[in-house]
């Protein structure tokens, strides 16, 4: 058989669930072409839009390292897979790039082999490719790029993730300053030791969003969009950053914040057109500053 899927990209952390929030969005996001062989293993065909940045080698790559895994896990080394993966977002953007494109390998795969896994069981394969990808296997993207929507990554060990719901009609701006900000460097530079008194900041924001959710009370959700642990330090990577917010709070948005590790940049609006007068306006300071970026809107 042979089978093309699509996984969207994500935004993780949410501003201030570092590592436990995350949510999808409808685009971007990558392709993924798989097609069973006669010959065990798995294979990286060819992979188009990486401009080459991408590995081949079917272990360092993590499509291929994941499926492996997978095949590994349902005792099925017997099979072989042919990959051809088509890179549809930017790479190192803080939008689940390498997420989009696991997640979409794995579905793959589960499809072809008769669902052998549910779309919950397959997030522990996706956090292997997400380690490879920048040295610690997070949740945060992964998970909502399988389940869609808003998810919640209640705890590590043992894994329990918890979709949560999504207000009607909610948008999100997204902006890509176009420079390199790789996640495995945005991770290395947050204190791993924190205050009391920010934690208790941080775990009432992280309530706070949660309950907003489930209200559907934008008002709480946009209040509760503040991070005193990470934002402040890697704010400083990402162009522009304070007068991006200015301007999306100036436009009418939710909330504003980083968008994963960055440099990506995000804000929830209430409806479509705020999220475009967001990204419009964001766009024209960051080519004001000499730097290229791209901008998607997407309902949430
Ligand atoms: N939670 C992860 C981080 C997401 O902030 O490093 C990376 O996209």
Request: negative net charge; glycine residues 10%.
């Amino acid at each position: 058989g042979v089978i093309r899927v699509f996984a969207p990209a994500t935004v993780a952390n949410v501003v201030c669930g570092f590592d436990v929030l995350g949510f999808a969005v409808n685009e971007p996001g990558d392709e993924v072409e798989m097609r069973l062989t006669d010959t065990p293993g798995v294979v990286i065909k060819r992979i188009t839009g990486d401009n080459g940045k991408l590995p081949l080698d079917a272990a360092k790559n993590t499509v291929s390292a994941s499926v492996q895994h997978y095949l590994h896990h349902v005792n099925r080394l017997d099979v072989g897979v042919e990959i051809e993966l088509h890179k549809k977002m930017p790479i190192g953007s803080g939008l689940g790039s390498s997420s989009a494109s696991t997640v979409a390998g794995l579905f793959a795969i589960n499809k072809l082999m008769g669902d052998l896994l549910t779309p919950k069981e397959l997030v522990p394969f996706a956090m292997k490719g997400e380690e490879l990808a920048c040295g610690y296997g997070h949740a945060d993207n992964v998970a909502p790029a399988i389940l869609g929507g808003f998810v919640l990554v209640r705890s590590y060990e043992p894994l329990d993730v918890i979709s949560l719901p999504t207000p009607a009609g909610m948008y999100a701006a997204i902006v890509y300053p176009e420079v390199d900000v790789p996640t495995k460097d945005a991770r290395q530079m947050i204190r791993s030791k924190v205050f009391l008194k920010d934690a208790v900041t941080q775990w009432g924001n992280v309530a706070g969003l949660v309950s907003g959710l489930f209200m559907n009370d934008f008002d709480l959700i946009g209040r509760s969009m503040k991070d005193v642990l990470v934002e402040p330090t890697r704010s400083i990577l990402i162009p522009g950053f304070e007068d991006m917010r200015t301007i999306a709070m100036e436009n009418g948005a939710i909330g504003f914040g980083i968008s994963g590790s960055g440099p990506s940049v995000f804000a929830l609006a209430k409806d479509e057109e705020t999220a475009k007068r967001i990204t419009k306006a964001q766009q024209q300071l960051l080519h004001k500053l000499n730097i290229n970026s791209k901008a998607y809107v997407s309902s949430v």
